[in-house]
């Protein structure tokens, strides 16, 4: 209450399910908040696609947050500070003000920091410094990337792969599956536009265990695969294999993005109708 200028409130993540929603209110007279004044039109819940900003003159703020369900979310997070410490220059090599996540002393996406100052999916900064600690790229026609040595929670993998010069496009699948269902997901996308990924297509999303089986495809040959958790139970990862060639499950002919492939969909007898190893064979 003592901050001259007033203060400001920014959520950093948000996402909720169902009924579980967060308000935010101005404590207007003294921080017990007897008389607090919304600054939500409404409450919010689900998943936003921008982070809102809250300003107070007062410097105080209440945050409610109420929860009905049962099911788990990631909740929420937020950062405050005076408002004159919301003023940053996004580029300066310095992190300053409650809005910069990073500043590494450019103002381009891909390296870690993004051109807002906020850290990239898969990277960890340190400040200035971002190191790459679940992501990276692939431009191989054909071939494999795996996230299966345990992860934690709070994890996000970013990583593009296959080759824009893949004239027949490219066929992904999910080999390797092994998270927690609902809450610990990879999802798939196609790059529209090649190896930029600036424009991308949801393809799949794909939690729980065992492979998922079938292929998604992008014409441009290159996808994007991003994986978020949440929860503090660590599970093996998940493997994705990419080829130019099209699977077709039931042909007898095993290709590169099929764990097997025995001649039919009838399953049962090893390989599943979606041409998976099934439980307890090795093909």
Known sequence: AAVEGGATLVLKAFETVGR?????????????????????SAPLGGSLSSMPRFNATSGVF????????????????????????????????V?????????????????????????EAGYDCAGAACVCSCCGSDASAEGSWNYTGGYGANE????????????????????????????????????????????????????GIGSPGGAVFSASGVLLVLFETDTCVEEE??????????????????????????????????CSPTCVEEEGWKC
Do not use: M
């Open 237 to 270: 990862g998940f493997e994705i294999l990419w080829s130019p060639t099209q699977p077709v499950c039931g042909d007898g002919v095993k290709q590169f993005v099929e764990g097997c492939d025995v001649g039919n969909t009838l399953g049962g007898s090893g």
């Open 95 to 119: 992190v300053e003000g409650v809005l910069e996540e990073c500043d590494d002393g450019g103002t381009v996406s891909g390296d870690g920091c993004s051109a807002s100052c906020t850290v």
């Open 156 to 207: 996000r993998c970013n990583i593009t792969v296959g080759s824009a010069a893949s004239v027949n496009g490219t066929w992904l699948s999910v080999s390797f599956l092994r998270t927690q269902a609902a809450s610990d997901l990879v999802h798939v996308f196609a790059c529209v536009d090649g190896a930029a990924c600036s424009a991308s297509q949801l393809l799949g999303t794909y939690s």
């Open 20 to 40: 579980d929603t967060l308000s935010v209110f101005e404590c207007t007279t003294n921080t017990s908040c007897l008389s607090p004044v919304p600054l939500t």
């Open 62 to 93: 209440l945050v409610t947050f109420q929860t009905s369900l049962w099911r788990a979310a990631s909740g929420f997070s937020a950062v405050w500070g005076p408002l004159s410490s919301a003023a940053a220059t996004c580029g300066n090599g």
